[in-house]
């Protein structure tokens, strides 16, 4: 319940918050630390569900994993809290705000901090929640959520969220997930983001139907990553990725809901660029691109369901 002492800590946290917001130009206030972390992955499946016995109002479903790899890398804190206090936001306190929605001033307990600097035992953050289905203000006392966002320099305690809806109902599941995320994303090794296609090059076998087409990549910071595809008589299309500069044939496509099917699926471009193709032959170029589209083809589509800048 609303208790009406929140109303200056409100008021005061609210003022802050105007300064460190934006408008999004879908009318939802996102925080100015939100980065464009490239292109999104795409999941099968979402995110959702309350634990068993927690009060959740709070919506999980659509997260996709793309989602909430997009979220880590934007996000320098990720936490577990528990809501132990609310407070209602007038509308003129709640520029932006989307159709639905309700902006809350909120007090919680850190329960769990899955990266980011020390934040104390409690936290405090304003966040837009949807109203429930009798169009009031939801109920949060002791829920359970997950928080992506940051802290608010010189003020302890303050999260600015890294968009206004980033606080999700918690749950096993949900954090289990964002924790493997995490440890990838924290891995010296973890594969870079891919920021375009550099060089195709198909060469032919001695026998028809038989070649190999290599792809190297240009990426964020440098490191190498490239496919190898080949093509045998008689047998399926075969290709891997690597992320080292030893070229490998055995090497395997990635798995599912992994960083590697991540920066490939979601950041490679939808056809191979004509001046990517260094093939001897028109030929072989067209072959290097229809071995391309065989890669995207089984990477699958890389899906999203939030924004994306």
Same mark, same amino acid.
Request: charged share 25%; glycine share 10%; no cysteine.
């Given at each position: 319940m609303t208790k009406p002492l929140c109303r200056p800590l409100a008021t005061a946290f609210y003022a802050t918050a105007l300064t460190l917001s934006a408008v999004a130009p879908s009318g939802? =206030?996102? =925080?100015?630390? =939100?980065?464009d972390s490239g292109a999104l992955a795409g999941g099968q499946g979402a995110v959702s569900g309350p634990a068993e016995g927690v009060a959740a109002p709070l919506d999980t479903d659509g997260q996709t994993y793309a989602d909430l790899v997009d979220l880590a890398q934007a996000s320098p804190v990720v936490v577990r809290a528990t809501v132990h206090r609310q407070s209602k936001l007038k509308p003129e306190e709640s520029p932006g705000l989307a159709p639905g929605f309700v902006r809350l001033y909120i007090e919680a307990d850190t329960a769990a901090l899955l990266v980011g600097p020390d934040l104390g035992e409690s936290l405090r953050f304003l966040a837009d929640v949807p109203l429930d289905a009798r169009g009031k203000v939801p109920r949060l006392a002791k829920a359970q959520v997950l928080l992506f966002g940051n802290v608010?320099?010189?003020?302890p305690g303050e999260l600015q969220l890294t968009a206004s809806d980033t606080m999700f109902a918690w749950n096993a599941g949900l954090e289990n997930q964002v924790r493997a995320i995490l440890t990838e994303l924290i891995n010296p090794a973890a594969p870079p983001r891919i920021t375009g296609v550099r060089e195709a090059l198909h060469?032919?076998?001695?026998l028809i139907g038989e070649g190999e087409t290599q792809f190297f990549f240009a990426t964020a910071n440098s490191k190498p990553v490239s496919i190898s595809?080949?093509?045998?008589?008689?047998?399926?299309?075969?290709w891997g990725v690597s992320f080292s500069e030893i070229v490998d044939q055995a090497a395997q496509p990635p798995q599912p809901r992994t960083l590697a099917w991540y920066r490939l699926a979601c950041s490679l471009p939808p056809a191979l660029p004509a001046r990517a193709g260094i093939s001897a032959t028109e030929a072989?170029?067209?072959? =290097?691109a229809e071995d391309y589209a065989q890669v995207l083809h089984d990477l699958g589509p890389c899906a999203r369901n939030r924004a994306h800048r």
């Open positions: 939802i =206030a996102v =925080a100015r630390n =939100a980065q608010v320099p010189g003020k060469v032919p076998g001695n595809v080949v093509r045998r008589p008689g047998e399926p299309t075969r072989d170029n067209r072959i =290097a």
